[in-house]
T-cell receptor
């Protein structure tokens, strides 16, 4: 089993749609979680951190379920510019600061 | 957020040669990380570089193949040695943000093609 699993997609949605991605992780020592956005041929850009209480930033909402070891990302009112690959990245925990990345979920927002 | 630059941005190299990639950060950071992203794949951690100590390598990566230097708190290099086409990849360095932010930022990456 991979340490971090994501549905690769692609998710093809119309503009204005709401779309949700899930990510499961196997390392119970992970304490911090992040969603990154990666555009084609670019480096990952931090989208948002994920806290136990959830985190909302405009149209984006991230939630964490420690018991089931998954995190989610909800995008409301999708824009064409949201088209990208979304990477889930838990920190390794147990004093290790590096991230473990999922394979990413591809989102294509269509006009 | 930290501003990270990498050199070169891209290179095309012959098999059997070596390439050194530089990573420069605009502020002092304790840890720097080197990742690889092979075509169509996600990011894989190569090693963690701490200033003043040996880099810590992940399973499947060895110092002879990927020697790392970390001479100060703002700079690191990764060398890809004795390259083969399988080393064609994007190499990215990253650093933790300010302690209060608990984030990690990435450089723009070095796109390497080995012929």
């Amino acid at each position: 089993r991979k340490e971090v699993e994501q549905d690769p997609g692609p998710f093809n949605v119309p503009e204005g749609a709401t779309v949700a991605f899930n990510c499961t992780y196997s390392n119970s020592a992970s304490q911090s979680f992040f969603w990154y956005r990666q555009d084609c041929r670019k480096e990952p850009k931090l989208l948002m951190s994920v806290y136990s209480s959830g985190n909302e930033d405009g149209r984006f909402t991230a939630q964490l379920n420690r018991a089931s070891q998954y995190i989610s990302l909800l995008i409301r009112d999708s824009k064409l510019s949201d088209s990208a690959t979304y990477l889930c990245a838990p920190r390794r925990g147990a004093g290790r600061r590096a991230l473990t990345f999922g394979s990413g979920t591809r989102l294509q927002v269509q006009p | 957020s930290a501003v990270i630059s990498q050199k070169p941005s891209r290179d095309i190299c012959q098999r059997g040669t070596s390439l050194t990639i530089q990573c420069q950060v605009d502020s002092q950071v304790t840890m720097m990380f080197w990742y690889r992203q092979q075509p169509g794949q996600s990011l894989t951690l190569i090693a963690t570089a701490n200033q003043g100590s040996e880099a810590t390598y992940e399973s499947g990566f060895v110092i002879d193949k990927f020697p790392i230097s970390r001479p100060n708190l703002t700079f690191s290099t990764l060398t890809v040695s004795n390259m083969s086409p399988e080393d064609s990849s994007i190499y990215l360095c990253s650093v933790d943000g300010h302690a209060s932010t608990d984030t990690q930022y990435f450089g723009p990456g070095t796109r390497l093609t080995v012929l």
